[in-house]
């Protein structure tokens, strides 16, 4: 069974002191609205008989000074007394020592209170009673007594979960990361069969760091490795060890580590440890608590002995950050990285997570592999996902393909639009896409063949020719480059021949974006230029500022942008001349657009070739003077 329980939840006396501090509180303002306005109406017995005192003002006082026979006089600058006749006074006076002086040459006695009141007494005795109360609450707090300490009362509040026992995650829960999985096999093998490894004196790696992208499967491995291993998983996050009081993290390093040590052996994972293990500089000098914690963890993976038996396995999605210590070796030995799943990947994911929906028999996984270049194992679940609620929308017993068409382009260019468009830009968007298209088609044999072309808006665009990977690709040639570009900038090409050189659109935006970014990377990263030759001028990332050329004169980046310039001008041109000479063929793309919206690979070749030639799988063969273009 699985369970889950919090470290750092022992019992502090926090509410007993709470409970004593309300107590005193709710007494101190008792007496103040009860006994605050009582008046010292202390008199004599003998002046008890006498009628009410009369009220004399400071010039009364001062004008009657030789008939006053005593005078007592509060805190609160008031005055009370007898006359020399015996008549009770009260009167507010100013503390006045010549007044006073006066008075008392005179013959009368006077008496100035200086005691406190009881509200006073009670709010001074209070006072340093409270003080005292947390003094000896935080020095036993610090201390560490049966309440725990404060910085383990303070961990409480935000406390590590610990899976204990056998989980339920396998390897066979994970898929498409085959490599991945034989090299946490070894880790596997030395938690089951501890002696063999002793044996020949080997040393398993005491840290595994999982990078990748996000959504790949890191903490997923992390998982399966403990529940194949059958051994406990205790699982934390970087950020679990930051908190706004100094010394926090330190703390909750030593008590996870205590912890792991008591139920060795165990996987001990640490998720987005790039939040504390990022590398510490001469200047960091506003983030010493971080850096702390980071000693604290580097001394506690240091300090392991071979047989204890706990792996720590980290994941990040920023290796580049981490600190040189963090990866010596003794530390985190072994370093696996989780790449994007490849098509058999992503087919092999796909078939996982679709035993939790129901998916019609006759959807193939394989073509939507194919459709999901780029796509992680988490991308590839929200997409099924994402068709199932479709499916549910539709009315669909099953899930079918186009529940899952329709999920891939919501994710990939957002929901459709119920856009209002006028007659003239629907028009030109389906020329623009028939550019396209036909330019895809004509390089097919070269380029990735073409899923369908659609004129229904998603999100920020119009309209999209999709093409789909039959393989995947690890590089490009310069063929398929240069076809590439003539696709890119078919769609204005075909805007400005079909209605002119004043109505073409900012529609070829993205086009133009993409198109330059793959020129400037053959130009300036991959060599594959014969002007600026086989150096590497790549663009400097510097934040806030314009992006410049690394190791190259003002000449090579003049050069540079002239080569790019005529690459991109050699392509428009390309994609001019063959639609030029196709225009009959282009038109009925487009009109077929316009009737119809969607168009599937298929429908676009009978447009093209005819019905006979809709089983070709490859159309001709890019002219040579399109290639040898450079």
């Keep these: 069974m699985k369970k889950e329980r919090k470290i750092f939840n022992r019992k502090d006396g926090s509410k007993f002191y709470l409970i004593v501090f309300i107590i005193f509180f709710v007494a101190l303002i008792a007496r103040v609205l009860f006994f605050s306005d009582v008046q010292n109406t202390n008199v004599n017995p003998e002046e008890q008989t006498v009628k009410a005192p009369i009220e004399l003002s400071f010039s ?23 006359l020399k006749d015996g008549t009770p006074y009260k009167a507010v006076i100013a503390y006045n020592p010549e007044m006073l002086e006066k008075i008392s040459n005179s013959g009368a006695v006077i008496s100035i209170d200086n005691s406190a009141s009881t509200v006073d007494t009670m709010y001074k005795w209070f006072s340093i009673f409270v003080g005292g109360l947390f003094l000896f ?44 999985k034989q090299e946490l096999m070894e880790v596997v093998d030395f938690l089951k069969n501890r002696e063999k490894f002793k044996a020949l004196g080997a040393r398993v790696p005491r840290g595994i760091l999982l990078s990748g992208e996000p959504g790949t499967g890191k903490t997923l491995l992390a998982r399966a490795v403990a529940g194949e291993a059958n051994v406990p998983f205790f699982a934390t996050s970087g950020s679990d060890f930051s908190g706004i009081i100094v010394g926090l993290g330190v703390a909750k390093i030593k008590e996870i580590f205590e912890l792991a040590k008591r139920n060795a052996p165990c996987i001990l994972f640490i998720d987005e440890i790039d939040a504390i293990g990022q590398s510490r500089s001469k200047h960091s000098y506003n983030d010493n608590d971080r850096e702390q914690t980071l000693n604290q963890l580097l001394i506690e993976m ?26 010596r070796p003794g530390r985190f030995d072994r370093q696996i990285h989780i790449d994007l799943p490849n098509m058999e990947g992503r087919k092999d994911i796909l078939n996982l997570h679709a035993k939790k929906f129901k998916i019609d028999e006759k959807v193939a996984m394989i073509d939507v592999a194919r459709g999901t270049t780029g796509f992680s ?81 998603r999100g920020h665009a119009l309209g999209m020719v999709q093409h789909l990977p039959i ?61 600026i030759g086989l150096v590497s001028v790549n663009q400097a990332n510097t934040f806030g500022q314009r992006i410049a050329l690394e190791n190259a004169s003002e000449k090579t980046a003049q050069a540079v942008d002239e080569e790019i310039r005529s690459w991109m001008d050699s392509a428009y041109k390309d994609a001019k001349n063959l639609i030029m000479k196709n225009k009959n063929t282009v038109e009925k793309i487009a009109k077929a657009l316009l009737d119809k919206e969607t168009l599937t690979g298929d429908e676009i070749k009978e447009i093209v070739f005819g019905k006979k030639a809709s089983k070709k799988t490859v159309a001709k063969k890019p002219t040579k003077k399109a290639n040898a273009k450079k």
Excluded: C
């Design 377 to 457: 194992g988490a991308d590839l679940e929200n997409l099924l996902n994402e068709a199932a609620l479709h499916a549910v929308r539709s009315n669909h017993k099953v899930v079918e393909q186009s529940d899952i068409e329709e999920a891939r382009d919501k994710i990939l260019m957002g929901p459709k639009k119920n856009r209002k468009m006028r007659p003239e830009d629907i028009k030109l968007t389906a020329y623009h896409e028939a550019g396209h298209a036909f330019i895809g088609l004509h390089y097919e044999g070269i380029t990735d063949p073409i899923h369908k072309a659609t004129i229904v808006p």
């Design 60 to 82: 009364d006082v001062l004008r009657r000074s030789d008939d006053i026979k005593t005078m007592n006089i509060s805190k609160d600058n008031t005055a009370n007394g007898v």
């Design 137 to 180: 609450w935080l020095l036993k707090m610090l201390r560490g007594g049966n309440g725990g300490g404060i910085t383990r009362s303070l961990i409480g509040q935000n406390p590590t979960k610990v899976t204990t026992g056998k989980t339920k995650t396998t390897f066979k829960d994970v898929a498409g990361i085959d490599a991945e």
């Design 302 to 327: 240091d300090g392991f002995a071979n047989e204890t038996g706990i792996i720590v396995i980290a994941a990040t999605n920023r290796p580049d950050m981490l600190d040189a210590a963090l990866l």
């Design 471 to 531: 393989d995947d690709k690890v590089s490009m040639t310069l063929e398929e480059i240069r076809a590439n570009l003539s696709v890119y900038l078919a769609g204005r090409v075909s805007e400005e021949i079909f209605f002119g050189n004043k109505k073409i659109t900012t529609g070829a935006e993205n086009d133009i974006k993409m198109a330059t970014r793959l020129v400037r990377y053959s130009v300036t990263t991959a060599g594959l230029s014969d002007k």
